[in-house]
């Protein structure tokens, strides 16, 4: 199975930040990345997928990239409503796995 | 628009069996592969089984081969994960999701989620 490892696990910023998350996998994922945004309560949605292409109606403010087992996402200037958890998973091989989470806090 | 509603959560004993259904609408369901992700309370996300547009290829999460099966109906738009034997460990939020092709393995959409607990 292909782990995957996010960094930092939780992190405290305030609005308009720069903040990046890394995850990085096990083995080589060939870019099939994908990148969610989970608030309390809710169901995640895909922000990232293919490591850097956005996911239509994301804000551009979200990016992501990397290849091969290093892999980053970064906000470029946070809004309020952008704190929350955020998961990488790997779509290259079954079975599919997601990182542990980054919880983004206010600071 | 893409909607995903699942339905059949509810308290069952160990030992015991449930079936999830997850009603899609919005989209042409039978283009598209389909999954179940869980999450435990307080738990990050736990990817569990797939099934591919037709219905032909399944996989699953070791942790629950054996045990679940997933299906889908596309006569109804409907997915299915019917589980057997079920632990305390599979107390969790199951989400029904469309993978953003017809086998890419990234999901574009979510359901609500539906709770299944397990407890005696």
């Known amino acids: 199975d292909i782990q995957m490892t996010q960094s930092p696990s939780s992190v405290s910023a305030s609005v308009g930040d720069r903040v990046t998350i890394t995850c990085r996998a096990s083995q080589g994922l060939a870019g099939w990345l994908a990148w969610y945004q989970q608030k309390p309560g809710k169901a995640p949605k895909l922000l990232i997928y293919a490591a850097s292409s956005l996911q239509s109606g994301v804000p551009s403010r979200f990016s992501g990239s990397g290849s091969g087992t290093d892999f980053t996402l970064t906000i470029s200037s946070l809004q309020p409503e952008d704190f929350a958890t955020y998961y990488c998973?790997?779509?290259?091989?079954?079975?599919?796995?997601f990182g542990q989470g980054t919880r983004l806090e206010i600071k | 628009q893409v909607q995903l509603v699942e339905s059949g959560g509810g308290v069952v004993q160990p030992g015991r069996s449930l079936r999830l259904s997850c009603a899609a609408s919005g989209f042409t369901f039978r283009n598209y592969a389909m999954h179940w992700v869980r999450q435990a309370p307080g738990k990050g996300l736990e990817w569990v089984a797939i099934i591919s547009y037709d219905g032909t290829n399944k996989f699953y999460a070791d942790s629950v081969k054996g045990r679940f099966t997933i299906s889908r109906d596309s006569s109804k738009n409907t997915l299915y994960l019917q589980m057997n034997s079920l632990r305390a460990e599979d107390t969790a939020v199951y989400y029904c999701?469309?993978?953003?092709?017809?086998?890419?393995?990234?999901?574009?959409?979510w359901g609500q989620g539906s709770l299944v607990t397990v407890s005696s």
């Open positions: 998973q790997q779509a290259n091989s079954f079975p599919i796995t």
């Open positions: 999701a469309r993978d953003r092709g017809s086998w890419v393995l990234d999901i574009d959409y």
